[in-house]
């Protein structure tokens, strides 16, 4: 997986929380779950502990996650992969 798919994996969060949380989407906070899930299994795979970390804590926290610290924490994820060498898995 390239850096820019990973980034944009890691967009993708931020966009689900948004349209789980507007009455209005499709998108349901299952969803939202499953996703976290999967990104978590990916990223622990990969060997990135903090990505998984962070990933972990966004499922336990849940929706009491304000979207301002969300944005933050998903920005900080996308930095990290930045920062990091070569395209991993």
Not at 10 to 27: M, P, Q, S
Request: with cysteine; glycine share 10%.
């Amino acid at each position: 997986m390239s850096k820019k798919e990973l980034i944009d994996s890691l967009f993708v969060i931020l966009c689900l929380y948004e349209d789980a949380t507007d009455d209005g989407k499709t998108t349901t906070q299952e969803d939202y779950f499953a996703y976290l899930n999967r990104k978590y299994i990916f990223f622990r795979g990969r060997g990135n502990e903090e990505i998984a970390c962070l990933l972990k804590g966004l499922q336990e926290i849940g929706f009491e996650v304000k979207h301002n610290e969300l944005r933050s924490i998903v920005f900080h994820m996308i930095s990290i992969i930045v920062k990091e060498g070569g395209g991993g898995c």
